[in-house]
Structure formats: C-alpha cells, structure tokens
C-alpha cells in the first residue's frame, strides 16, 4: 500500500520475519508479520484508538492477574509483539516471566515497537530464552504458576502442534499445583471444526476450562489441570503499572472483565 513503509526485514532460522508502519501521528500503526501474516498490530501511541491485537494481549495478562495473588514464575509460550510480556510486568505481583520464542529474528523486530513493550527487554524480571517451546519446558525441572500460550494461528506452518492433544497431555506437568494454563485461540480464518478439536483436546487433559472473548475474534481460554478455575476479582486493579492501559481499554473494575465471559 502506499501509505505502507517497512522499518524491518529478515529471513531467520524458522520464518521471515517483517516490521511495517502506517498512519503517522496519532494514528501511527506498527505491526510484525511471520511469513507475509501479522502476528501483532499496535498504536504507537497510547492516545490514540485501541488495535483489536491490544484487546488480546492486555486480557492475557489481566485475567490471570484477577484470579491470583502472586505468580512467582511464568512462562509465556510465543513472544510476538512483546507486548503479553510487558503487559504482565506491569504488575509487580509477578516474580519472574519467561518468554520462549523459537525464532530470534521476531525477539529482534519487535523492539521497534519501542516503549509499547519495553518491559519485556529491560525488566530484570524478563528473561527471553530463544528455543523450541517444547523443548525448553521438558528440559526445565521447574514447575510454573503460570504458562500462556499465544503461538501464530493453528494452520500456519510449525504452530499446529502448539494446540494439539499431546500438547495438553504434555503441559500440566509443568505447571505447579495450583497452576494456570491460559491459551490463546484466533477464531478468524478458522472453521468450527478445528475450534471443537481444541477444545476437546484441553477438555480431555484439564479440569475445567473456561472461555473468554477478548476483541469478538480471539478466544482466551483460561483451564487449570485440578480443581476450578479461580474467580475472577479485584486485586488486579490494584496492579499501578497496569492501571493506566486497563482504563484505556475500558476495564476500570471486575464487572468489565466478567463481561468478557462467554462459556464454561
């Protein structure tokens, strides 16, 4: 498009990685893409209007941040825009995040998207592992409080079995016991049929799991492997480093992530 510049190229070790911009001012708009599809759209600007993207990736964080008092250790399964990760240091109630992300040129093109996720390269709390998300969690004897998994949509190359059953089997394992497993699902450019085998998939291998519509076209599933997902509640909007973003995107109190709930 003409009004379209790229800021950032490169063919990495998994994928072709791409860092565009359009709009200028406040209607300035950056976005990452994996092999010609965006993974992440972003304003740079926080006065300007909310990209749908936002939506998803401030409620990973905020829904977790409702239920719990304390995650020490989290790991984050896909790094994309950065932004799941800066939103989720936001809060100080978390110890540690780790992000894995399998292909490093994506690490590398998304520090263009500046302070909008600065958190997650320069918090002491942020520690990006580039490898196989597999991989890393079989070679690692810690257990987490909390894993989110946000790969590219299901039917792009390499991320399918980030949503299959043997990756359900596999996951509770290396959460802790009272741990928090939350997935994130694209439900457009998808049939129902995939979306069922999904949710049959985490079904067979967690408790209970419950769905939450962040944008009209994201899923977020929230499951534990024991027991019931906690409620939602109010200690999130306590949270000062998360406050401010919350409230652009309209959730001020509990009743607006309640909102959000579609089915359990």
Do not use: C
């Not at 498009?1 to 990685?17: E, F, H």
């Not at 965006?38 to 939506?55: F, G, H, I, N």
């Not at 049939?191 to 049959?200: C, I, K, M, Q, Y």
């Not at 977020?220 to 509640?233: K, S």
């Amino acid at each position: 498009l003409d009004n379209t510049r790229m800021l950032y190229y490169r063919d990495g070790k998994t994928a072709s990685v791409a860092v565009y911009e359009r709009g200028k001012g406040k209607d300035l708009l950056r976005a990452i893409s994996t092999n010609g599809k965006v993974d992440a759209a972003l304003s740079m600007r926080t006065d300007a209007t909310v990209v749908s993207d936002e939506y998803t990736m401030m409620m990973i964080a905020a829904l977790p941040l409702s239920m719990r008092d304390r995650f020490d250790r989290v790991g984050v399964i896909g790094f994309g825009s950065g932004m799941t990760t800066h939103a989720l240091l936001g809060s100080q109630r978390i110890g540690r995040v780790d992000t894995i992300e399998i292909e490093p040129m994506m690490v590398e093109g998304a520090r263009l998207f500046g302070d909008r996720v600065s958190r997650a390269y320069e918090d002491r709390r942020s520690h990006i592992v580039i490898d196989d998300a597999k991989a890393f969690f079989a070679s690692s004897p810690k257990r987490y409080d909390l894993i989110v998994s946000e790969p590219s949509n299901p039917w792009m190359g390499g991320t399918a079995t980030l949503f299959s059953e043997e990756f359900y089997a596999f996951l509770p394992r290396h959460l802790e016991e009272d741990g928090i497993f939350l997935q994130w699902l694209q439900l457009y450019e998808i049939d129902p049929a995939l979306v069922g085998s999904v949710l049959r998939a985490m079904l067979g291998h967690f408790s209970d799991v419950q769905a939450y519509l962040s944008n009209g076209e994201d899923l977020l599933l929230v499951a534990v492997p024991r027991g019931r997902v906690p409620a939602l509640g109010a200690r999130l909007f306590g949270d000062a480093g998360l406050r401010e973003d919350l409230s652009r995107l309209g959730l001020r109190e509990v009743r607006d992530l309640q909102d959000t709930f579609i089915m359990d």
